[in-house]
């Protein structure tokens, strides 16, 4: 199922398109991968459970890049 991004997730990633390196955009969607049971690795914690992946933060990320290409730098 396609999912679009909301408009949080879309008005903070154009942000981020403007303050992230591509390099640490890459790590964060490196980092935020699913893990064995299907809950995010980047996410994870001592005090609190990981959330479902794909975590917001990888949505985020994701869109980030997405806006990244779609616009290069000038
Ligand atoms: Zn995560």
């Known amino acids: 199922m396609a999912r679009e991004p909301s ?3 879309r008005s903070i990633a ?4 403007v303050a992230y390196s591509a390099s640490a955009l890459r ?4 980092e ?3 893990d064995a049971t299907g809950h995010c690795r980047g996410c994870r914690s001592p005090t609190t459970a990981a959330p479902v ?3 917001r933060l990888w949505e985020i990320g994701k869109e980030t890049e997405r ?3 779609s ?3 000038k």
């Open 14 to 17: 154009e942000i981020l398109a």
């Open 7 to 9: 408009d949080q997730i």
């Open 71 to 73: 616009s290069p730098p």
């Open 27 to 30: 790590r964060i969607l490196l």
């Open 67 to 69: 806006i990244r290409r």
């Open 32 to 34: 935020h991968t699913a």
């Open 53 to 55: 992946w794909p975590c």
